[in-house]
């Protein structure tokens, strides 16, 4: 065998080689496609919502575990008389604050709240203010997040 023989035969070898990698099996290929559109697409998705519903029931308790806290005992003012922040239902016997959107207390009497814009109390299942017109429907899980710092009333003590 002389050399441009073996130059010829290598070349044939390298154009099956090619063939091979640049047409493949378009059959099994095509029988594999369910495959990888499970393994592209469905995976994918299927992850997502995995991590969509651990979001959701990770972040869900802590809500939950806020109102289980319940009411809480009101600040007194000088004169002894508990202060009841505006927006948030109370009892004006126990002095108890109650969580927001709370309408009853536990013996099912009815709660009072005082209007957060012109401070007139009323009852707490009532959602507009007779006086001011001001409708105060309470989103529970928003509002427990916005009153989390429940501090004292600004110049609640210092008011008497
Ligand atoms: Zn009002």
């Known amino acids: 065998m002389n050399l441009p023989d073996q130059i010829s035969h ?16 378009w059959g099994s290929l095509i029988g594999l496609l369910p495959f990888f559109l499970l393994i592209g697409v469905i995976g994918p998705l299927i992850t997502i919502l995995a991590l969509l519903w651990v979001y959701y029931f990770v972040r869900r308790p802590r809500t939950k575990v806020r109102f289980v806290e319940g009411p809480r005992q009101a600040l007194l003012a000088a004169d002894g008389l508990p202060v009841f922040p505006p927006g948030e239902p109370y009892d004006i016997r126990s002095g108890l604050i109650y969580p927001p959107g709370t309408t009853q207390n536990d013996a099912g009497e009815v709660l009072s709240v005082t209007c957060p814009m012109c401070a007139i109390a009323r009852f707490a299942d009532v959602t507009t203010c007779h006086n001011c017109g001001l409708v105060l429907k309470v989103d529970r899980r928003v509002a427990v997040r916005t009153m989390q710092p429940a501090g004292p009333p600004p110049g609640g003590a210092a008011a008497a």
Not at 10 to 25: C, E, F, H, R
């Open 10 to 25: 290598l070349w044939t070898q390298a154009l099956g080689l090619i063939a091979k990698v640049v047409s493949p099996d």
